[in-house]
Structure formats: structure tokens, C-alpha cells
């Protein structure tokens, strides 16, 4: 045998033995990974199942590797919950500090979920057992939206008893420095007694709004005839009309009967109407008209006044909202009086609607189930 094949017989023994090794090494790192168990899955303690089921708050369950080992269906539909994972991270750094010094913490946070609305949420995180983090999450977003709309009431209030408040008070000033004009002291009295009139007016659609709010519910609810309701609104709103040269035009459908407060009532349509005439141009016509349409009865009144743009129109019913608040003060308005007007619908199981055009006027319908007289023949009878 020449040295050339005992080379070859050589290199291929070495070749068969390293095999050998390697195949035995792999057996033997593959059998004790068979041997070592996987690390164990947290255990949820017993009880916590059914506790996270009957819990109105979101709660969440996370692992030491940050995983949502079990989260309850507010959790899921509130979006803390994604891909398996705690959401927003905010949520997921207390987590990590609990988790890091057992310290329960709370936090108020602030986050918008996959194409949702803003949350406003009071989170609490706290240590369940040594592997697992409990997050208990409460969603105060409608909270802080009433909390904003009272502070925003207050506020505006505030501002609106100011400035009849402050004109009564520089007016007795000046009828104080006039006494001896009586010219200017009877034109002072007679601006007091302006001011002292819309300071009445606010003070009183503040109560009547605020008792429309809390659902105050009225134990004056009789059948109402329509016809009388406009006919009071338009007569209430006849001087206004006068002095402007606006001609009121009133059509409305004989025996149209509603059911309610008619204290309300007279207050919506009144002031629909008294608004058409405020904020319609001199020499102008206001329409009102009352039909019965598919079981219900529509008051509409129609002014040809300057019209609310079309990005306006959800907000003219907030309190206080003006379109033009310069102008709004000129005439004296208060702000709630379309604000009432959607109240009083919605108490007395209507609605009320709007169409506006700049340039062309706007019209407000306020929408109330039909009433028969058949019916209070029927509950005399019985």
C-alpha cells in the first residue's frame, strides 16, 4: 500500500470518528433539553377568574415578561388590550415600576385607541402574586366631559350676569351725577330698566334650563292646542316685530293638538319666534306654521335673517353658543334660548330640527307627537 492510500484510509477514519462526536453531542444536548422542563406559566390564583369577570373597570393581568396573561371584556373594548400586549405604553412603564419596587401606583392617563376618540382613564397598578401585575383601568371620559361642560357653564355665567350687572351699576352711577338733568335721568331709568329686564330674562332661563336638565319631571302635562301656542309666541313678539317693520305670517292647521307642559311649550315656540324676529333685518317677514306630517306635529319658523354656515349648525344649540356673539349682545340675547328650545323638545318626547343658509335665513322646527281628542274622550270615559 502506497503512502498515497493510507493518506486517504486515514483521512477518512479521522472523518468517520468526528461524525461519530458530533452526532453524540447533538443526541445528548437534544435529550437533556428534553429533560429540562419549560419555564412554567404564571398561575393565576384561584378566585380571580371570577372576580375579573363581574368587575365593571377594565382589568388586565401581565406576566413578568410583559405579556397579558388574562384581561376581562371592558379591558378588550376600551382597546388595553393589543396584539397580547398592554396598551399605551404609559400604561405599561407603571407595570415595570410595580413590578421593579412592589409599590402600587395610580395615575390619571389621557390616550385615543385605534381610530377612537380621545380616553380620559384613572389607571391603578399593583403586585398580585410575584409574577403577576394587576391594572385596574376606569374610564372617566364621560366624567371629564360633564366636569368641562360645568366648568364651562360656570364660567360663561359668570360673564353673561357681568354685563347687566355691571351697566345697572355704571347707569345708577350716572343717574346719581344727572340729578340735576331730568332729560338724562329719565333716559338713564329707562336703560336701567332695559338692563334690569334682560338680567331678569337670564336669571330665569338659567333656572327654567337648569331644571330641564336634571329632568325635572312637570306635573302640569294636560293637551295642548297648537294653534294657541303660536298665536301666543307671535303675540308676544308683535312690538318687537312692530318696531322693525317685520311682518309676522302665521299658517297653521286647525285642531292640532300636542301633549305636555304647556309652561315649556309656550317657552320653546316663544322663543323660536322671538328669536326669528331678534336676528332678522328690518322690513324682513318671519313664517310660522304648524302641520301634521307622519304622526307628529312640526312648528317651523322660517326668518330671512343672515343664515348660520353649515360648520355652525351642531353647535347653535350649545348653552350660551353664539354665532355671532357681537352682534348677539346688540340685540340683547341670552344664548339659551335655542338651548331650551332643544330641552323642552327632548322632555316632552319630541325633537327639534334645523335648516340654515347664509344669505337666505334659517328655519327651526320643533317636532312633537300628534295627540287625539279621541284619547281624552277614551280616559274620560273610562
Not at 389621557?110 to 389607571?123: E, K
Request: proline residues 4%.
Amino acid at each position: 500500500m502506497d503512502s498515497i492510500t493510507s493518506g486517504v484510509i486515514i483521512a477518512g477514519a479521522v472523518g468517520a470518528v468526528l461524525g461519530a462526536s458530533i452526532t453524540f453531542v447533538w443526541r445528548y444536548s437534544e435529550r437533556r433539553s428534553m429533560r429540562t422542563p419549560p419555564e412554567a406559566a404564571p398561575t393565576i390564583p384561584a378566585g380571580v377568574d371570577a372576580v375579573l369577570s363581574v368587575l365593571s373597570s377594565s382589568a388586565v393581568l401581565v406576566d413578568t415578561a410583559d405579556d397579558v396573561v388574562k384581561a376581562s371584556a371592558p379591558a378588550y373594548a376600551l382597546g388595553l388590550v393589543r396584539d397580547e400586549r398592554l396598551h399605551p405604553d404609559e400604561l405599561m412603564t407603571l407595570v415595570r415600576l410595580v413590578r421593579r419596587d412592589g409599590q402600587v401606583r395610580e395615575s390619571e392617563l389621557t390616550f385615543q385607541p385605534d381610530r377612537g376618540a380621545t380616553l380620559h382613564v384613572h389607571a391603578r397598578v399593583a403586585p398580585l402574586t410575584s409574577k403577576l401585575v394587576l391594572v385596574l383601568v376606569e374610564d372617566r371620559t364621560a366624567a371629564e366631559r360633564v366636569e368641562a361642560i360645568r366648568r364651562d357653564f360656570v364660567a360663561n355665567v359668570s360673564h353673561e350676569l357681568k354685563t347687566p350687572i355691571g351697566a345697572l351699576n355704571l347707569l345708577a352711577e350716572a343717574v346719581g351725577e344727572a340729578k340735576d338733568d331730568p332729560e338724562a335721568v329719565v333716559r338713564f331709568s329707562q336703560r336701567m330698566h332695559v338692563e334690569s329686564e334682560r338680567l331678569t330674562r337670564l336669571v330665569q332661563q338659567i333656572i327654567e334650563l337648569s331644571r330641564l336638565q336634571h329632568d325635572v319631571s312637570s306635573e302640569a302635562i294636560s293637551t295642548v292646542k297648537v294653534g294657541d301656542l303660536v298665536s301666543e309666541a307671535c303675540e308676544h313678539s308683535a312690538t318687537d316685530a312692530e318696531a322693525k317693520d317685520i311682518d309676522i305670517v302665521v299658517d297653521t292647521q286647525p285642531d292640532l293638538l300636542v301633549r305636555g307642559d304647556r309652561a315649556q311649550l309656550h317657552a320653546a315656540v316663544g322663543n323660536l319666534v322671538e328669536n326669528a324676529v331678534t336676528y332678522s333685518p328690518a322690513g324682513s317677514r318671519v313664517a310660522v306654521s304648524a302641520e301634521l306630517r307622519d304622526g307628529d306635529v312640526r312648528v317651523t319658523v322660517s326668518d330671512n335673517g343672515v343664515g348660520i354656515p353649515a360648520e355652525e349648525l351642531e353647535r347653535v344649540f350649545e348653552r350660551f353658543y353664539r354665532v355671532d356673539p357681537a352682534r348677539a349682545r346688540g340685540t340683547g340675547g341670552t344664548g339659551l334660548g335655542l338651548s331650551i328650545v332643544k330641552h323642552v323638545a327632548a322632555s316632552n318626547g319630541g325633537s327639534v330640527e334645523v335648516w340654515s343658509e347664509p344669505g337666505l335665513g334659517s328655519s327651526f322646527t320643533l317636532v312633537l307627537p300628534s295627540y287625539s281628542a279621541d284619547e281624552d274622550d277614551k280616559k274620560e270615559s273610562a
